[in-house]
C-alpha cells in the first residue's frame, strides 16, 4: 500500500523513491511482522487464555506432555494478523500474484479457524471432520491453482533442482499438481506441529528460502544469470515471505520452549498453504520438498507407520509423526526441535544452491 500511496510521489519528494525498492520493503515487511507479533502476542495470549482456549492434550502420547494442557492455543491469529497487515502495507496490491497469496493463506486460515474453533470452543474432539477439511482445502487450493492457470503469460512448465534441462510441460495437469502441492504443504506443516517451536522453525528457513527464490524469479537480470525462468511480478513474494518470516520469528519468542501459546490449525494450515501457493508462483514447486524436507520426513514418517502397522501388524517408528519417536526414544524436547532445526538450515541452504548447480 505504501508502494502504491507513496511512490508515485517520487517526482515531487524524491526520497519516496526508495518505496520503489523489493529489497527496502522487504526489510521493512520483516520489521513490521515481528513488531506486530511482539505487539499482539501478549494480548492474543490473554485473550486465549480468558477464552479458555487452552489445549487438551491426548493421554496416549509422550508423558512429557501431558503439563502442556491448557497451554492457549489458536496463536496462529497472531501470525495471521502480522502477515497480512503487514503485506497489505509493503507489497505492492495491484500485484496479482499477491492478492493471490493473500486469498489461499486467508482460505487456510479459516479452515484452520473452524478446525480450532470445534475443538477449543466446542469442545468437540473430533474438530472438522477430515472430509470436510480436505474438501475445504482442496477448494481453496483449486481456486489459487486456477487463478494462476489464467494468469497471463503463465507458463505450466516444471524447473527440476539441479536439472536445467528436465522442463516437463505439464499442461493441464499443472492445476491437479499445484493442488497437490499447496495441500501437501498445507497438512505436512500442521504434522510437524507438535514440539515447541518445531514447525516455526523451518517454516522460517522455507520462508527465507523462498524470499531469495522469488526475487531472483521476478529479476529479469538475475533470472536470465541463474537460467531460472522469469516470473514478472513474482519478486512482490519477496515481501510477502519476509511478511512470513517477521510473523513467525515473533511467534517464536512466545511458543520457544517452554511454549506459552501453541498456534493451532490457526497458525499451521495458512503458513503450509501460503509456503507451497509461492513455491507454485516461484515456479519452484519441487523445490519446497527439499526446502521444506522436514514437513516431507513428519508426514512420510505418519504414511509408513499407517502402512505398516496395517499391512503388517508391526510399527516402524515407536510413534509418529517422527517427532514423537524421538521423545519416546528420551531424547528432551528442546534438542529434537533444535537438531530439526539445523537439519531444515542445511537443507535450505543445499536448496540455494540449486540455483546456481544446474
Ligand atoms: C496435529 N498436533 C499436536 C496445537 C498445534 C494421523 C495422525 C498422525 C495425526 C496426528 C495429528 O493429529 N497431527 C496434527 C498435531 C498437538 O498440537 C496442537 O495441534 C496444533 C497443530 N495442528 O498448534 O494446537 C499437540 O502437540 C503438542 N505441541 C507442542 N508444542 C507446540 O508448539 O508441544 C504442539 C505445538 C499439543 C502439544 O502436546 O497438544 C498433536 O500431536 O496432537 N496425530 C498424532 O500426532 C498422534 N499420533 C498418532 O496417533 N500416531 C499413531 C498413528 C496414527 C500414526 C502411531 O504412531 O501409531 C499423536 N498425537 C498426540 N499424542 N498428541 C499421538 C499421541
Redesign the pocket.
Known amino acids: 500500500m505504501f508502494y502504491n500511496l507513496l511512490y508515485p510521489l517520487h517526482t515531487s519528494f524524491s526520497f519516496l523513491n526508495v518505496f520503489r525498492y523489493i529489497t527496502f520493503r522487504t526489510i521493512y515487511a520483516i520489521v513490521t511482522a515481528l513488531v506486530i507479533s511482539f505487539v499482539i502476542g501478549p494480548w492474543v495470549t490473554r485473550m486465549l487464555k480468558n477464552r479458555q482456549m487452552g ?4 493421554e ?3 508423558k512429557s ?1 501431558l503439563s ?1 494442557s491448557g ?1 492457549p ?4 491469529l497472531m501470525i495471521l494478523i502480522a502477515i497480512l497487515a503487514s503485506t497489505l502495507l509493503w507489497a505492492d496490491m495491484t500485484n496479482r500474484y499477491i492478492w493471490l497469496v493473500l486469498f489461499s493463506t486467508t482460505g487456510f486460515g479459516l479452515i484452520g479457524f473452524m478446525d ?1 474453533y470445534l475443538k477449543c470452543i466446542k469442545k468437540d474432539p473430533k474438530g472438522l471432520l477430515p472430509r470436510y477439511k480436505f474438501s475445504l482445502q482442496i477448494g481453496v487450493a483449486l481456486i489459487t491453482a486456477l487463478g494462476l492457470y489464467f494468469s497471463p503469460a503463465y507458463s505450466t512448465i516444471l524447473s527440476v533442482p539441479f536439472f536445467k534441462n528436465v522442463t516437463p510441460d505439464l499442461g493441464v495437469f499443472y492445476i491437479p499438481f499445484a493442488i497437490l502441492v499447496i495441500v501437501g504443504a498445507s497438512n505436512a506443516v ?2 510437524t ?7 516455526v522453525g523451518p517454516v522460517m528457513v522455507t520462508a527465507m528460502a523462498y524470499l531469495i527464490v522469488s526475487y531472483v524469479s521476478g529479476h529479469v537480470d538475475f533470472s536470465q544469470y541463474l537460467l531460472i525462468p522469469h516470473i514478472k511480478g513474482a519478486g512482490e513474494l519477496a515481501v510477502f515471505c519476509g511478511s512470513i518470516l517477521g510473523a513467525s520469528l515473533g511467534f517464536l519468542w512466545f ?1 520457544a520452549y517452554p ?1 506459552t501459546i ?4 490457526i ?2 494450515l495458512p503458513l503450509g498453504g501460503a509456503l507451497g501457493t509461492v513455491a507454485v508462483i516461484s515456479k519452484h514447486e519441487l523445490l519446497l520438498a527439499l526446502v521444506g524436507g522436514i514437513f516431507v520426513v513428519e508426514a512420510l514418517s ?1 504414511i509408513f ?2 502402512v505398516s ?1 496395517k499391512s503388517r501388524g508391526k ?1 516402524v ?1 515407536l ?3 517422527i517427532h ?1 519417536h524421538y521423545e519416546l526414544k528420551g531424547w528432551k ?1 528442546p534438542k529434537i526441535v533444535v537438531r530439526f532445526w539445523i537439519i531444515a538450515i542445511i537443507l535450505g541452504l543445499i536448496s540455494l544452491s540449486t540455483l546456481k548447480l544446474r
Open positions: 489445549q487438551t492434550i491426548r496416549d502420547g509422550p506432555h502442556k497451554t492455543t489458536m496463536g496462529g480450532d500442521n504434522l506441529d507438535g514440539l515447541d517451536g518445531l514447525a511458543n511454549a501453541f498456534m493451532g490449525d497458525g499451521s505418519v507407520q499407517v502397522f510399527r517408528f510413534m509418529a509423526p514423537h524436547e
